[in-house]
């Protein structure tokens, strides 16, 4: 492994051990977060309230040395209260620009579903170009941006469900779920005392570990992760399976197959590895593809699951050897 590549190995396993000061177990969940934050792409984050949505995006940007935005999208929610506007100054006798929160680093979209679609698609521009359009005039947003979109997978009174394309502009999607007996008892702990993890966070008792400009260099580093042809031809061959399932209406795309791959290589990365392995793909394709995927209706109402649709796919397609 060469030199840089170590560089990313020793930052990767760094922020692993700061986050764990404050976010108490969920170890997969940090590590597809960090997988989205090193491959330069978006995240949609699944849970019911309390699982640490936004403590986890909060204690990222704190140790990747990132700036931080939380938007609570509501009904009312207007596109230029996420991108901002331009506002007429009296005293310099012209228009200055109000920067909106999608001015930042790692942005926070909490409960996304909440807000109509022309709302949740002024992201859209944000996400794929990482710039703005205010007024006719682009403004280009910190190479560092990334969306962290939330979603309560059980509540959906007055929620507009995220399109499909909307969907598909984010690589993976983080399933959050309550932590394990012995995690909750270890909370519980803290709780009592002054080391509860919002406590932590506050006192500066999380470091960091890179800057962001550091960051937006070290993420090139991904492509010394070595991918072999066979396993490219594995996992385009997973994502076209996906569109021919007997149970599934309609696919992932092209998008997927990209996703996968760089999903695989950081994946590898945090393993401690400069190659890919056929399970560093398996091990990846249900975050990646579960949010993608729909199921035929006869098939949803016999109480099939998009993850159980994607291990029968997984068992389908020929492993390399």
Do not use: W
């Not at 930042?104 to 990482?130: C, G, H, V, W, Y």
């Not at 939330?150 to 007055?158: C, L, R």
């Not at 729909?294 to 109480?303: K, V």
Request: charged share 20%; proline share 5%; hydrophobic share 45%.
């Amino acid at each position: 492994m060469n030199q840089n590549l170590e560089q990313l190995k020793e930052v990767l396993g760094r922020a692993r051990q700061e986050i764990a000061k404050v976010i108490i177990g969920q170890g997969v969940v940090v590590d597809h977060a960090l997988i989205a934050v090193f491959t330069g792409q978006h995240a949609l984050i699944e849970g019911v309230p309390g699982v640490a949505k936004t403590l986890l995006v909060r204690t990222l940007a704190r140790v990747l040395g990132c700036e931080f935005s939380r938007i609570q999208f509501t009904p009312d929610l207007m596109p230029a209260d996420i991108t901002g506007t331009n506002v007429y100054n009296l005293q310099k006798n012209e228009f200055t620009l109000v920067r909106g929160p999608v001015f930042t680093s790692f942005l926070l979209a909490d409960e996304i579903n909440r807000a109509p679609a022309k709302t949740q698609s002024a992201l859209l521009q944000a996400m794929q170009e990482r710039q703005v359009s205010i007024d006719r005039e682009t403004h280009v947003l910190s190479p560092n941006f990334t969306v962290f979109a939330t979603q309560n997978p059980v509540e959906y009174e007055g929620t507009y469900p995220l399109p499909e394309a909307q969907k598909d502009r984010f690589m993976l999607k983080i399933s959050m779920v309550a932590p394990e007996r012995e995690d909750e008892l270890t909370l519980a702990r803290r709780m009592l005392g002054k080391d509860s993890p919002e406590a932590t966070l506050a006192a500066g008792a999380v470091q960091q570990v890179i800057t962001g400009e550091a960051l937006a260099n070290l993420r090139g580093e991904l492509e010394g992760i070595t991918l072999r042809e066979e396993l490219l031809v594995y996992l385009v061959d997973i994502t076209r399976a996906s569109r021919t399932h007997e149970s599934v209406l309609v696919g992932a795309g092209p998008r997927a197959t990209q996703a996968l791959l760089l999903a695989s290589r950081a994946y590898a990365a945090i393993a401690g590895r400069d190659f890919v392995t056929p399970d560093d793909v398996k091990t990846m394709a249900g975050p990646v593809l579960e949010h993608r995927l729909i199921l035929r209706p006869e098939f949803e109402i016999e109480g099939v699951t998009v993850g159980e649709v994607i291990q029968k796919i997984l068992q389908q397609v020929a492993v390399p050897r």
